[in-house]
């Protein structure tokens, strides 16, 4: 069985900032929605680019959100982070060119942001939008290595 415990502050840090994709979690009356997403990670703030769409329409009702990261190696080795904050649009000139020097960096090609949408007849997917969030809980767990403890041999937690 395999053991999990928190990670330390500045491993999930690090993990935000050696990642640059992961799940973004959106509610809309009382729907959830989740997405892969890319984002970059500028130290404490999160910056996602996409083109409008239902995310966009799920977090103009409700800005509250959550990304998930993970780095898996194997089923007994990995580690994950979870953000929660509000989503900010932005909408400041030079903010959004300092997001997108730090989103240009993680995801040099915008992808899957900028890609070819067969069926957009309303044209959203050309529509760009950047977000910052500004996380309110950020916390991360990961496996012990194998054969490595905290506690009895007997203990679990469900």
């Given at each position: 069985m395999?053991?999990?415990?928190?990670?330390?502050?500045?491993?999930?840090?690090?993990?935000?900032?050696?990642?640059?994709?992961?799940?973004?979690?959106?509610?809309r009356d009382n729907h959830p929605y989740v997405i892969p997403i890319h984002y970059a990670y500028q130290d404490p703030d999160i910056y996602i680019f996409t083109t409008e769409g239902m995310?966009?329409?799920?977090?103009?009702?409700?800005?509250e959100v959550c990304l998930q990261v993970e780095e898996v190696v194997d089923p007994?080795?990995?580690?994950?982070v979870i953000a929660t904050g509000k989503a900010?649009?932005?909408?400041?000139?030079?903010?959004?060119?300092?997001?997108?020097?730090?989103?240009t960096t993680a995801n040099p090609s915008l992808t899957p942001?900028?890609?070819k949408l067969w069926n957009d007849p309303g044209g959203r997917a050309s529509n760009i939008?950047?977000?910052r969030i500004h996380p309110d809980?950020?916390?991360?767990?990961?496996?012990?290595?194998?054969?490595?403890?905290?506690?009895?041999?007997?203990?679990?937690?469900?």
């Open positions: 395999i053991e999990v415990e928190e990670m330390e502050m500045q491993e999930v840090h690090a993990l935000l900032e050696r990642a640059d994709y992961g799940h973004l979690g959106c509610v995310k966009t329409q799920f977090i103009a009702t409700n800005p007994t080795n990995w580690k994950s900010a649009r932005l909408t400041d000139k030079e903010e959004m060119e300092s997001a997108m020097q730090y989103i942001a900028l890609n939008t950047l977000y809980i950020i916390s991360g767990r990961k496996t012990l290595p194998p054969g490595e403890t905290r506690g009895p041999a007997s203990a679990t937690n469900l």
